[in-house]
């Protein structure tokens, strides 16, 4: 049998230590804020367990047996330990709820994520902040594995084993050079035109290959690419060397847009538009920091867009 079912809980060792402190059953009943008769019924109860009597009741008050006096003694080691082993869970939960593990895309974490740890530092100074950037694949791999507390993916949907919520909208644009021979074309290109020209891409397993993918699989598939990249950076300076066309957000963009060194290509036929994504693991609640950043974004993406994000945190 368990040790649990032989020895008196922490609560009945409480009770008697502080019977023996005080003199009195009564008096321990209102320090430990229970009834005289709940008291008196769980040190019964006590002695039935240990199979000897703890305590000597008289008009005067309560002390203890020789055998109590025993118990009472090992209990305030028991009562100890119990003390060292809250104060070390404590520690521990002081500590989970001082750091934030956060995993996030490229484009989050270029271009959002900035922003939302500066106002969070701002509200939680102490909490230190660890952020890693990956494709949205790989995002979803760490949070699953629990080597991150909240990740932040692109795509249509939720990866499989996570819980999400949309923390805000992005698009994804053509770009080329201002010497490319699209940058002339006011009309833009057709979808056709787009799934048969080998493009500059991210790799399979990015939020932007996969959005790219999915909606040219209507109009022949993705033509193999000209060039793989794993950065955004990468990517813009591909399109400004004029090594061919560019998909990318139009987040990433906005400064060589307006200055000139990119031209946006429309491609009227398709609908390029993708949620971003906070996501953590399934069944379970995000707490602490990460709670707390959570909120943040949503409350960013909501009123950005002037209504609620498709789900919410738990």
Not at 9 to 24: H, M, Q, T, Y
Not at 80 to 96: F, I, K, T, V
Not at 115 to 127: F, I, N, R, S, Y
Request: proline content about 7%.
């Amino acid at each position: 049998m368990a040790v649990s079912h032989r020895v008196p809980d922490l609560g009945a060792l409480e009770l008697l230590l502080a019977v023996v402190r005080l003199g009195s059953l009564g008096r321990a009943a209102v320090e430990l804020g229970v009834t005289q008769p709940a008291a008196s019924a769980r040190i019964r109860s006590m002695e039935r367990q240990v199979g000897v009597t703890l305590l000597e009741r008289s008009p005067r008050g309560s002390r203890p047996t020789e055998a109590g006096a025993l118990v009472a003694e090992w209990a305030r080691q028991v009562i100890g330990a119990a003390e060292a082993l809250d104060a070390g869970l404590s520690a521990l939960r002081e500590r989970r709820d001082g750091r934030l593990r956060v995993v996030a895309s490229l484009t989050v974490a270029e271009y959002l994520m900035p922003g939302w740890l500066v106002t969070l530092k701002g509200a939680h100074p102490d909490v230190a902040v660890t952020l890693r950037t990956a494709n949205s694949t790989v995002v979803a791999d760490q949070v699953r594995s629990g080597e991150a507390d909240l990740g932040f993916v692109e795509g249509a949907r939720t990866p499989a084993g996570l819980n999400g919520t949309v923390v805000a909208a992005d698009r994804l644009v053509v770009v080329v050079s201002p010497r490319h021979r699209w940058a002339r074309r006011r009309s833009g290109v057709t979808a056709a035109e787009l799934a048969r020209t080998p493009l500059v891409l991210r790799e399979q397993g990015s939020g932007t290959r996969e959005v790219l993918d999915r909606a040219l699989a209507a109009h022949g598939g993705t033509a193999p690419p000209l060039l793989q990249l794993a950065s955004t950076t990468a990517l813009k300076a591909a399109a400004e060397s004029g090594a061919g066309p560019v998909v990318v957000s139009d987040l990433a963009v906005a400064d060589e847009l307006a200055g000139g060194r990119l031209i946006c290509v429309p491609v009227p036929e398709l609908d390029l538009s993708r949620p971003l994504r906070a996501v953590w693991p399934a069944g379970q609640r995000p707490t602490g920091p990460a709670r707390d950043l959570l909120s943040l974004t949503v409350f960013t993406a909501t009123s950005t867009r002037g209504e609620p994000p498709a789900g919410s945190p738990p």
